[in-house]
Nanobody, 126 residues
Framework: QVQLVESGGGLVQAGGSLRLSCAASGRTFSSYTMGWFRQAPGKEREFVAAISWGGARTNYSDSVKGRFTISRDNAKNTVYLQMNSLNPEDTALYYC???????????????????WGQGTQVTVSS
């Protein structure tokens, strides 16, 4: 079992930045990959970014590449999502997720992730 708790969401103006955090507990954090997803009202959940167990591999959606950075601190059992140059299209509920089946697979498919947090809201005003 893995428990995930997101934090760091909020209201920010367009062009601003936020850093999301996701604290994990349960299984050894360095034994699995982590991902961030988001879901806007009326839309399907979409992949944002993923990171392998040690951070050597990352994967980003085209919509956030160059603006968002995923990282992790295994000593703190935490994964981060640094979000820069935010725009209103980034407004969504952001979830972190754990893929405990793999240490390396930075996949985009939500079905590959086994555990999910409750989400943290990010709202970007124009």
């Amino acid at each position: 079992q893995v428990q995930l708790v997101e934090s760091g969401g909020g209201l920010v103006q367009a062009g601003g930045s936020l850093r999301l955090s996701c604290a994990a507990s349960g299984r050894t954090f360095s034994s699995y990959t982590m991902g961030w997803f988001r879901q806007a009202p009326g839309k399907e959940r979409e992949f944002v970014a993923a990171i392998s167990w040690g951070g050597a591999r990352t994967n980003y959606s085209d919509s956030v590449k160059g603006r968002f950075t995923i990282s992790r601190d295994n000593a703190k059992n935490t994964v981060y999502l640094q979000m820069n140059s935010l725009n209103p299209e980034d407004t969504a509920l952001y979830y972190c997720a754990a893929n405990v089946k793999s240490r390396w697979a930075v996949v985009r498919e939500a079905t590959e992730y086994d555990y999910w947090g409750q989400g943290t809201q990010v709202t970007v005003s124009s």
